[in-house]
């Protein structure tokens, strides 16, 4: 115990498949149900909600998970080695036990967020880390935002010299719209070795900041975090 990280200790199986364990919550007289799909690796979902006798699994999927050696690989890394992780949705048949995949975003990504008052409900707009190109595999440097309904996409890139962390999305009191509010998210800034933290307007991602917080100081990368409206002092 202590020798290693949780990451360091996970062997990815390639050509064996993966598989979705399905616990019923609401019964005990239903049965689990084990189904196997392609092999892939998921980090993080962006939600999960149901529709009659269907599932449905959105998350952020990689065909295989690259081994990363954190002693050296982090200082010089070559990202074309590394497979990116793009959205896909799982329909899950609970009937027919069977299930489909569609990739439903397919520019590298990780970090989901969503108005958390869809979450286990069917939503419209996800907001996410990405790459400054559209294409390949880079550090996440733009927040991008997808419209699953049209298809939609806006960008809010921090390139050259900014890299994002995890983007949160707080909601307008009373908004109407389900991107009604405003999306806070940290910035490393590598010219000046200090963190920013921005707010963006959650329904034009694109427009120009609401509002940068420059700190005297960087903040270490972290995983997650949560806006909450209470005050602790």
Known sequence: MGLKGAGECVNFQQG????????????RDKKVKTLEIDAGFVFHHVNAFEEGNNIYLDSISYDSLSQVNFETDYKEIDFD???????????IDLDGETVDKKMIES????????????????????FIGTTHKDRGNAPFQAILKKDLLTGEKQVHSFAPQGYVGEPI??????????????VLVMIYDGDQHRSDLVILDGENLEKEPIATLHLKHHIPYGLHGNWTSEVFI
Do not use: H, M
């Open 16 to 27: 064996k498949p993966s598989q979705l364990i399905i616990i019923p919550r609401t019964t």
């Open 81 to 91: 080695s590394i497979d990116p992780g793009r959205v896909y949705r799982l329909k």
């Open 107 to 126: 520019r590298s990504c990780e970090f989901p967020a969503i108005n958390p008052k869809n979450f286990g409900r069917n939503y419209r707009y996800l």
């Open 169 to 182: 999305f707080v909601p307008k009191p009373n908004a109407t719209s389900e991107d009604e509010g405003w």
